[in-house]
């Protein structure tokens, strides 16, 4: 739970109030993505800022 308190410090979800099981997931799923994406570049020697990897939580719609 602090780690997710982290991560989400400073976004729209730091509110428990904006915290809906929707957004959470959606977040969870586009950062996997974001943050794999940028690793497999990486393994194909594209030189990435360490910034990439640093995926934030942003209002996502379905």
Known sequence: ???FNRWVAGSFLEAPEQRTV???ALN????????TRAQ???SFGLA???DVLDFR????RT
């Open 22 to 24: 929707q957004q959470i």
């Open 48 to 50: 990435m800022a360490q």
């Open 28 to 35: 969870l799923l586009e950062g996997a993505a974001h943050v």
């Open 40 to 42: 497999q570049l990486r």
């Open 57 to 60: 939580p942003t209002t996502l």
């Open 1 to 3: 739970m602090g780690a």
